[in-house]
């Protein structure tokens, strides 16, 4: 997916911008950047690859090579950005996170005209090169942000650094991935993540509203358009991508996961399926906190029966070839055999998505001894790719575990009927169930419900996403 961050200060604030761009990490693997403005250099740009190593690493000589009073940042799990972008709005710097699904439409219906674009591997084009062009097509900054927002098929969380040291945030028009603000004694801060700026000093000043643009300088906060009523913010944020510490609309992840996992449990007892288990335990790390609160609820004992190696395997590092790739999660697992081997054993992951490297999970703790494996998801069953926000670079609904099941039990017709399947109370949603339970051989499989997640969370449902799991936006 990604995050931004960025600080206009009366100080030179690379440093403080390097750590907060450097806790959005968990957000994005591909590609870091950042740009700077400063009154006798201007601005100012790097963007480096992060895939195989830390953004850290790749811009710890940052300081020797920029620097700043302003300054954004950016975690990218898509196209290469900050982008310097020059029209007649001036010089200026943007990055943005989410996605934009029309790419090739708007530039027929608004670009033919004017303007060109890079094109990228595969004839791809750089969806910021695209939405600061759009931007650019109006008198001000503000009338093409809100253009941007009306036009574009997706979302757009949009941070601008301009010619003149001053920020421009902008959250998306239904306010799917949060923007936050804080501010110090030497300026103002604007973050997808509020721990990253409240561990650099800052305290929070506001949450911007749906499709809120506010300007930030070393002074002031303005607001140069109000937000709007009506939001869809992303549940799965709450249950995947958010970092524990994280606090959306009020609400913390870890403690959404705590509530969550415990109502799994209830659940679970209130339908009899209180089996012999030894150990509760997540699969690391995000599946850890719903465990946590499922063996609170339960009185069942939490263990790690096994534990990621994360000194040299923190990264997702993919190979190209499958054999490899099963090779490098292999190595990432190490048991801990007193707590796998002859044990009844239940865990709770954040979510089944293609299921790959769950099947891998599961068939390292049978080979290490252990006498059952129980799965519950803290999510429903994923039945449709996300189209608002760059959650994975699958290609196909058909690399969803739930979609490839289906097929399998029904064939094409199947897929008619994903609203049945979604549910675990009618007969085709029972069967897609059994269907991933034997196929993982899992001695039982359980999904959390779309309103077990919304109760969770703790927001009115009208004010929640939930297409991934059923098509409802």
Not at 65 to 71: A, L, N, R
Not at 316 to 327: I, L, V
Request: with cysteine; hydrophobic share 35%; proline share 3%.
């Amino acid at each position: 997916m990604g995050g931004f961050f960025g600080i206009a200060s009366k100080q030179d604030c690379m440093m403080d911008v390097f750590f907060g761009v450097d806790y959005h990490s968990h957000l994005g693997t591909r590609r870091g950047g950042m740009a700077a403005w400063d009154k006798e250099i201007g601005l100012q740009r790097k963007i480096h690859s992060i895939e195989n190593s830390p953004f850290r690493t790749k811009f710890e000589h940052i300081f020797d090579e920029m620097q700043g009073t302003s300054v954004i940042g950016c975690i990218s799990d898509s196209d290469p950005q900050p982008l310097l972008i020059r029209s007649k709005l001036g010089t200026f710097a943007l990055t943005t996170v989410g996605i934009v699904n029309n790419s090739d439409q708007l530039i027929q219906d608004y670009m033919e005209h004017g303007g060109h674009f890079d094109a990228m591997t595969g004839g791809k084009i750089n969806a910021n090169e695209l939405i600061a062009s759009l931007i650019s097509l109006k008198s001000n900054f503000v009338e093409g942000i809100q253009f941007v927002q009306e036009v574009v098929e997706g979302t757009a969380n949009i941070l601008i650094l301009t010619d003149e040291g001053h920020l421009i945030a902008a959250r998306d028009k239904l306010g799917r991935i949060p923007v936050q603000i804080g501010k110090n004694e030497d300026g103002y801060c604007a973050s997808f993540e509020e721990f990253a700026f409240t561990k650099l000093g800052f305290e929070k000043v506001c949450e911007l509203g749906p499709g809120e643009i506010v300007e930030l300088t070393s002074d002031s906060m303005t607001q140069l358009a109000a937000p709007g009523t009506e939001m869809r913010m992303c549940a799965f944020l709450w249950s995947y991508y958010g970092y524990p510490t994280s606090t959306y609309e009020g609400i913390n992840v870890e403690a959404m996961r705590y509530r969550n996992g415990a109502a799994i449990a209830e659940r679970d007892m209130e339908q009899g399926r209180t089996m012999e288990i030894d150990y509760v335990g997540g699969v690391p790390d995000s599946g850890t906190p719903h465990a946590i609160g499922y063996a609170n609820r339960t009185g069942k004992s939490f263990a790690r029966a096994f534990i990621k190696y994360t000194p040299t395997w923190s990264r997702s590092f993919t190979p190209a070839r499958q054999s490899d790739r099963k090779k490098v999660a292999k190595m990432k697992q190490i048991p801990v055999h007193e707590l796998i081997k002859d044990k009844n054993l239940l865990f709770v992951d954040d979510s089944i998505v293609r299921g790959t490297q769950l099947q891998e999970t599961v068939d390292f703790l049978y080979e290490n001894g252990a006498k059952s494996v129980h799965m519950r998801s803290a999510c429903p069953p994923i039945m449709y790719g996300c189209k608002y926000l760059n959650f994975s670079r699958s290609t196909s609904d058909m690399d969803l575990i739930s979609r490839r099941v289906i097929v399998e039990l029904e064939g094409e017709e199947g897929l008619k009927h994903i609203e049945e399947y979604a549910d675990g109370n009618t007969e085709r949603g029972k069967a897609m169930r059994a269907a991933i339970r034997d196929k993982f051989k899992f001695d039982s499989l359980g999904f959390q419900t779309v309103d077990g997640v919304i109760k969770a969370i703790g927001m009115d449902k009208c004010k929640l996403c939930t297409y991934c799991w059923n098509g409802k936006e």
